[in-house]
């Protein structure tokens, strides 16, 4: 049922080395109204949130187009959402027949789909669902499963610790992102009944806007001051959130004591995994994803469209949208040498001085 025709792998076997900057963001060769020569457009919400957009998503994504020869242009709106439509503006005048979107809301995305849509241009919903868009694809990870892994993944972390009935406080990810609804469902379907049972007990809880690391601190650190110090475990719901949690237990001598979640396995994580102050992240093959989608938005510029064998129920429009959802993986400090190992981190920017030893322990050598 999860997994699609589509065939993923194919893009990122043809990536060769040494690649020029053909198809980069110089864009005006490409005069809009001419033969209409296939060009995707792509917008990143921001760098900020997580180091993903810029360090692995706009890799992988430039990768496969330029394994297709295909033209193309990334552009990031930096959590700014009239910056977002601007950037869009510009893309459909600038003649793309393709645009993929990580929207930082549903109200902007939905605005930019439907612009692009009464231009002719083909549209995909990357890593987040537009509610109530437009999208032609939607192409992501299992969102709800993210989610599960971490309330197990968080579980498992409060066990080995043997803490009884501990507090577990939740830093969810930004309102407006429907991953972060997605996720809060996977985390709450292992804990709510946990709670619901007396076996664990539910702290303070709060959403962190456009999941700023900075803000999420301040709200982590409300919620330590709050509970008096009595919080037994941390549901972040990225490693970037995690991080914000972390600073504020070293803050309190408490990093370490208290387990930590996250998600996108980024070198921060990953490291503070193997100094044990994180408790677990979860690993999203983003090369899969960007190849994924850059074959579908490729069909799309040249005016194709494939089959993915599988959709996603828009719950606002009750819309079906044709899917790719891919399947993430729990990492904890033994398997840490597995995203090594597929290459997402090097060792060179995971074990630096501090952490060197602790990766000789973990096996990544
Ligand atoms: C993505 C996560 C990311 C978060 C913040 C979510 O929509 O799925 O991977 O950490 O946004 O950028």
């Known amino acids: 049922m999860r997994r699609g025709i589509l065939t993923i792998a194919t893009v990122g076997l043809l990536v060769t080395g040494g690649v020029t900057a053909c ?92 612009r692009a849509k009464s231009q002719g241009v083909a549209t995909i919903d990357y890593d987040r669902l537009t509610l109530g868009g437009s999208a032609e694809y939607y192409v992501s990870f299992d969102n709800e499963v993210v989610g599960k892994l971490q309330g197990e993944g968080l579980s498992k972390c409060l066990t080995d610790k043997g803490v009884q009935k501990p507090v577990v406080a939740y830093l969810n990810g930004s309102p407006t992102d429907n991953n972060a609804t997605l996720f809060k469902n996977g985390y709450d379907s292992v804990l709510k009944p946990k709670f619901d049972s007396g076996e664990y007990v539910k702290g303070p809880e709060q959403s962190v ?123 904890f400090k033994e398997n840490v040498k597995d995203v090594v190992a597929d290459g997402f981190v090097t060792k060179e920017a995971l074990c630096t001085a501090e952490y060197a030893k602790l990766c000789a322990e973990a096996g990544i050598s």
């Not at 060769?29 to 180091?51: F, T």
């Not at 510009?90 to 939905?110: E, F, H, R």
């Not at 504020?248 to 980024?266: C, I």
Request: include cysteine; hydrophobic fraction near 35%; glycine fraction near 10%.
């Open 23 to 114: 198809g980069d963001d110089s864009g005006s060769d490409n005069d809009a109204g001419s033969d209409k020569k296939p060009k995707i457009g792509v917008i990143l919400p921001d760098s900020k949130s997580s180091g993903r957009w810029e360090n692995a998503d706009r890799k992988f994504l430039e990768a496969a187009f330029k394994a297709a020869g295909v033209d193309y242009k990334i552009q990031n709106a930096q959590d700014d959402k009239s910056q977002f439509q601007t950037i869009a503006d510009q893309m459909i005048t600038d003649g793309v027949t393709a645009l993929m979107i990580v929207n930082l809301d549903s109200g902007t995305g939905k605005a930019v789909l439907e």
């Open 209 to 331: 806007p456009a999941w700023d690391n900075a803000q999420g601190a301040t709200l982590f650190e409300q919620m330590l001051t709050q509970t008096g110090g009595k919080i037994d475990g941390v549901l972040a719901a990225n490693d970037g959130l995690g991080n914000a949690a972390i600073s504020v237990l070293k803050k309190n001598k408490l990093n370490g004591k208290v387990p930590v979640t996250g998600q996108d396995a980024d070198v921060q994580g990953l490291q503070n995994i193997l100094a044990g102050d994180q408790c677990m992240t979860v690993y999203k093959a983003i090369k899969q994803e960007a190849d994924a989608a850059a074959e579908l938005a490729i069909g799309l510029a040249k005016g194709e469209r494939k089959e993915t064998g599988q959709t996603v129920k828009d719950p606002e429009s009750g819309r079906d949208v044709p899917s790719v959802l891919l399947t993430p993986k729990l990492i």
